[in-house]
């Protein structure tokens, strides 16, 4: 049976069709008599075949088939989203823009272990790895130890371009330091989007010596990589070193660093924030509870033991209260 739309349809192109042969006609009656009624009917004409055409076009839109319907529903008003997804992909692996720094202070020559502290997103050495590097240095750290920090603010301020710059600036310095000879141990200390750096370190160090003993340490890290890759971090932080831990604030409000990581042991500090005095923003609890605790020498993970390596064992989780 025909549909309510076919059936317009027919009706309306057999309609034009008598309209058109009687314009037609009425053509050829005036021709030679009237310019002005001739120009009159052939525009009439010509609006008449238009819409025939029109009409013809109409018959064929409603006979899409199945798939053709599909494509123009689901299809075609996701090529924006597409193209917008291609867009970030692009711009999150662009080279590093020209004309900025990465600094790192200079390692002694006589220095066999060495501990580095690295800034996450947005923020500086001057925030807090300055002077906790201050504090190692002068009251916990004794000959051959030496602490340091990286500076990469020039490259962490990008959404979606600071945790690739951070990876590969982290593996241009493990490649320097694996140059570093008279290194036996390496201590990485890593917040939020530095923990890219760490990383990066930690990948590029390893193929070179794998006789450096290397200790990864991540403070609420963020695990989205380039913008996209929600879940890199937690699936690889901590996979290349020899012993890693990690220190989370779950109701810090970044998304991505607020879950266990699948190979360092885990601690969950938010429980002891709540009961602390600490009132600045839940993402930077994990630095003071980790500060606090390394220079009190109550943190477990600070060289750890064997039976403390046992009692925290890689890839679990433990939360304190």
């Not at 009237?34 to 609006?47: D, E, F, G, W």
């Not at 002694?108 to 996450?120: A, P, Q, R």
Request: proline share 5%; glycine share 8%; with cysteine.
């Amino acid at each position: 049976m025909e549909g309510t739309h076919q059936r317009w349809a027919r009706r309306s192109g057999v309609f034009l069709c008598f309209v058109s042969l009687d314009a037609q006609r009425n053509e050829g009656a005036v021709r030679g008599r009237n310019p002005a009624t001739l120009k009159t009917q052939k525009l009439l004409i010509y609006h008449i075949k238009a819409a025939m055409t029109g009409t013809a076009n109409l018959r064929k839109f409603l006979k899409l088939t199945l798939k053709q319907w599909l494509i123009l529903i689901l299809v075609v008003p996701g090529i924006p989203f597409l193209l917008i997804s291609l867009f970030i992909v692009i711009y999150s692996t662009m080279p590093w823009p020209t004309g900025e720094t990465v600094t790192m202070q200079k390692v002694d020559s006589h220095t066999k272990e060495l501990i580095v502290l690295v800034h996450g997103k947005g923020d500086n050495p001057s925030s807090w790895a300055d002077s906790f590097a201050a504090e190692l240095n002068l009251a916990l750290l004794g000959d051959g130890q030496q602490a340091l920090t990286i500076n990469w603010s020039d490259y962490s301020n990008d959404l979606f371009r600071s945790t690739l710059n951070a990876r590969r600036i982290g593996q241009d310095l493990g490649r320097k330091l694996a140059a570093l000879k008279h290194l036996k141990r390496l201590h990485l200390i890593g917040h939020s989007a530095g923990s890219f750096v760490v990383y990066g370190i930690c990948e590029a160090v390893k193929p070179y010596r794998e006789d450096l003993f290397v200790h990864t340490t991540f403070l609420d890290p963020v695990g989205i990589y380039a913008g996209i890759d929600w879940g890199y971090g937690t699936r690889n932080f901590g996979s290349c070193a020899d012993i890693s831990d990690a220190y989370i604030d779950r109701e810090d409000g970044v998304p991505g660093s607020n879950a266990p990581l699948d190979h360092p042991h885990t601690f969950d500090v938010t429980a002891l924030r709540k009961k602390s005095s600490f009132k600045e923003l839940p993402h930077l609890w994990p630095i003071e509870y980790y500060r606090q605790q390394v220079v009190e020498q109550k943190l477990p993970y600070w060289e750890p033991k064997v039976e403390v390596l046992k009692m925290f064992p890689a890839s679990k989780y433990t939360l304190m209260e």
